[in-house]
T-cell receptor
Framework: QKEVEQNSGPLSVPEGAIASLNCTYS??????FFWYRQYSGKSPELIMF????GDKEDGRFTAQLNKASQYVSLLIRDSQPSDSATYLC?????????????FGTGTLLAVQP | KAGVTQTPRYLIKTRGQQVTLSCSPI?????VSWYQQTPGQGLQFLFE???????NKGNFPGRFSGRQFSNSRSEMNVSTLELGDSALYLC????????????FGPGTRLLVL
């Protein structure tokens, strides 16, 4: 079982719709959860982080964390063509003093005009 | 505040050669991590440095090494290059505490011929 799993997609949504991206993780002790966006040929850009169960909103983005079910999701409201990118879920592990990130393989989002 | 910088941005090497990549973290960030990104394996953790000490290491052969200087700048070295080392090498910096958000540089794209 992979430590962090994401559906590779592509996930295609029409412009203006809500895009829902999901991620599951295997280590129940994982503490911090991050969503990065990566455009083709570019480096990952941080979108949101979440540490506690529940929802966290930032503009059009909402991160949701459910530690009991070991999943974290990212909702993008009013999706725009500029949101088309690969979305990477990452978690930190509880072992030791480290900022090591474990990444999923990413979900490709395509927003259709 | 300036972001993470990486040099060079692009490199072409031949098998058997060695390469050194450089990373300057965001001012005030003392933790530097390196990742390798390939289409087949995704983003994989190489190592993390804090206060000139390697704090964590990923599952890569000894040909991959790194170091950090007193000004928090970091270098990574790959010796005896193999074709499979062709990848995007990403540096990320963060505050020194564990579980901190990491910010990525633009990456160095290495092509091994």
């Amino acid at each position: 079982q992979k430590e962090v799993e994401q559906n590779s997609g592509p996930l295609s949504v029409p412009e203006g719709a809500i895009a829902s991206l999901n991620c599951t993780y295997s280590d129940r002790g994982s503490q911090s959860f991050f969503w990065y966006r990566q455009y083709s040929g570019k480096s990952p850009e941080l979108i949101m982080f979440i540490y506690s169960n529940g929802d966290k909103e930032d503009g059009r983005f909402t991160a949701q964390l459910n530690k009991a079910s070991q999943y974290v999701s990212l909702l993008i409201r009013d999706s725009q063509p500029s949101d088309s990118a690969t979305y990477l879920c990452a978690v930190t592990l509880p072992r030791g003093a480290t900022n090591k990130l474990i990444f999923g393989t990413g979900t490709l989002l395509a927003v259709q005009p | 505040k300036a972001g993470v910088t990486q040099t060079p941005r692009y490199l072409i090497k031949t098998r058997g050669q060695q390469v050194t990549l450089s990373c300057s973290p965001i001012s005030g960030h003392r933790s530097v991590s390196w990742y390798q990104q390939t289409p087949g394996q995704g983003l994989q953790f190489l190592f993390e440095y804090f206060s000139e000490t390697q704090r964590n290491k990923g599952n890569f052969p000894g040909r991959f090494s790194g170091r950090q200087f007193s000004n928090s700048r970091s270098e990574m070295n790959v010796s005896t290059l193999e074709l499979g080392d062709s990848a995007l090498y990403l540096c990320a910096s963060s505050l020194p505490s564990s579980q901190e958000t990491q910010y990525f540089g633009p990456g160095t794209r290495l092509l091994v011929l």
